[in-house]
């Protein structure tokens, strides 16, 4: 029972999280700052959540690339 | 919002996805059985039906701003994985999907599989394949479905695109008895990355609180502007990819990454 419900929270961390979950975290965490900017400071801050977006995805490609080469396929 | 661009995008989602099982569901109707391949088939598709069925309507129920909040930020959690995968494939970091490729791993797989009956089916084998093929593929067509409309309160427009997608990819496959190779799967692939990103940061934001500029019509900007950013990491990374290659190819980051695959 616990192996079954171990592989199904597996495979939808897998599904949803995938391969980088500080990817994840930092999103989750701009949306926490963007909601406490607009609810709290009145900020409206559409401008956070694509910012950090793309910080995210470059932070992981970068990491995914460090010291590695390609398949030469591209 | 026009439902157009809610359907063109779970249109082309969902074919990129029906794509690769239509592979897999090759794979094991031509090398091992139909019978039991339509079996496993018929079986994947009435689990996914009963998901959209149970969590179409019961996600409604929340209210829009918690809804966008959650299902936004899943969507754009989603979206990145797709984007840095098609993206390190763009770059050559990571080998490009090739359905011609993975048919034949399948078929080796399937010619090798001893032949056994269960519970009432003749091949279990090719059941199997085929109910796991479709189900996995399935699972990101539905999560892609529930996202898309219930954020939009359109799951109708959501289910139409999709059942399109299934429908023009399944006729084909019929008629030319092989998998879509031709189709250009890893410029979709990015493309999906594209709107899933864009509109799972549009949404999430939107259910943080934000007020965009222009409405709906943010999207308009947001789109292009993910697509020409995300196209520009590609063509950083590719730059020394060039160099690289004059040196000799070497071993990718990795060919197998992720459940589904995507």
Known sequence: MMRAL?????????????????VAALLVAALAVTALLVHLAGVNAWWLLPVCAFAALAWSLRRATAGKSTTGKS | MNALPLVLTVFVACAVEAIEALTIVLAAGLTRQWRSTFQGMAAALIVLAAIVGVLGPTVTLLPLTALRLVIGALLAIFGLQWLRKAILRAAGYKALHDEASAYLREVAAAQAAPASSRRGISDWYAF????????????????????????????????????????????????????????????LKFLVGIMLTSFGTFWGAEGAGVKWPGNDAALLVLVPVVAVISLGYAACLRRPHRADTAAGPQAPVSQAEGVSGL
């Open chain 2, 128 to 187: 199997t394949l085929a109910f796991k093929g479709v189900l996995l593929e399935g699972l990101e067509v539905v999560f892609i479905v529930i996202t898309f409309g219930d954020n939009q309160r359109d799951l109708g427009a959501a289910v139409v695109g999709a059942a399109i997608a299934v429908v023009v990819v399944a006729a084909t496959g019929v008629a030319v008895r092989a998998p879509l190779a031709k189709v250009p799967e890893n410029a």
């Open chain 1, 6 to 22: 171990k592989s199904f929270g597996a495979f939808w961390y897998d599904f949803v999280i995938g391969d980088d979950w500080q």
